[in-house]
């Protein structure tokens, strides 16, 4: 794990996770995409997402005052139908119905229970500070047996903006001091496993970690992540104590 050198830090005490990409894997839906479309699933699948990440950013970006904003739940139908038409695929509208409920399912990764088993614990909150619709994310929290270990579910709906506005994880920050009045932002461990989320956390104020399972290199700009590691497990030296975070 990497931290940025001569930094002294306030103790960790509270974490937000990303949801799409970190707790849930958004390319599980390759599967059913490929019984309806073979050898071409996992293209629909990474188009799909690279849409959908696209889609919320240009709503965010083309107005501030939300008057464009679309629930995440329409951008990731819209994406889809785009992916498959660049792709020359036949969407019709059993498919289409079909991949996006397999969206609101999506594989959880297997070693989130136990580390949220942890957090819990060490008397930590920890919850979820995503994109997703409220609904989305409280049906794939459902889905992957989590509920009762996650809370708060922190989504980007009353802003009508998207991530990385720093709007969102202000609010993230403001949801949390509600039980934590004296919270600060560098004592909050945001997660993710988007490397332009971390970033965009970490710009904010956030202590960031890069969950990076795939190995890929970090974004060229500054700064860099807090901390990185490969799964999720590799947080949780990070969080020992349950009065702050060793070596935090």
């Excluded at 949801?19 to 629909?44: H, I, K, M, N, W």
């Excluded at 240009?58 to 889809?80: C, E, H, I, K, N």
């Excluded at 991949?99 to 229970?113: I, K």
Aim: aromatic share 8%.
């Amino acid at each position: 794990m990497d931290k940025l050198p001569n930094r002294p830090r306030p103790p960790l005490r509270a974490v937000l996770f990303d949801a799409y990409g970190t707790l849930f894997d958004v390319y599980s839906v390759a599967a059913s995409a490929e019984q309806r479309f073979p050898g071409r699933g996992e293209a629909l699948a990474r188009l799909w997402r690279d849409k959908q990440l696209e889609y919320s950013r240009l709503v965010s970006m083309a107005d501030a005052g939300g008057r464009l904003y679309q629930p995440f739940w329409d951008l990731t139908r819209a994406s889809l139908r785009h992916a498959a038409q660049t792709l020359g695929l036949a969407l019709d509208e059993a498919a289409e119905e079909r991949l996006m409920n397999e969206y609101r399912h999506l594989s959880a990764y297997p070693e989130n229970r136990r580390v949220l088993q942890q957090l819990r614990a060490l008397g930590l909150p920890a919850g979820i500070l995503s994109n997703g619709d409220p609904a989305m994310i409280a049906v794939a929290v459902k889905s992957a047996g989590i509920a009762d270990l996650i809370d708060p579910l922190i989504s980007v709906g009353p802003l009508r903006c998207y991530k990385p506005d720093p709007r969102v994880y202000q609010h993230g920050l403001e949801v949390l001091r509600q039980t934590r009045p004296e919270l600060q932002a560098r004592q909050v461990l945001f997660v993710s496993s988007n490397g332009w989320d971390v970033l965009g956390a970490t710009w904010f104020g956030f202590t960031s970690f890069w969950l990076n399972r795939a190995g890929l290199p970090r974004e060229t700009l500054d700064p860099p992540p807090t901390h990185e590691g490969r799964r999720l497990d590799d947080l949780l030296p990070l969080l020992g104590d349950p009065g702050g975070a060793a070596d935090a």
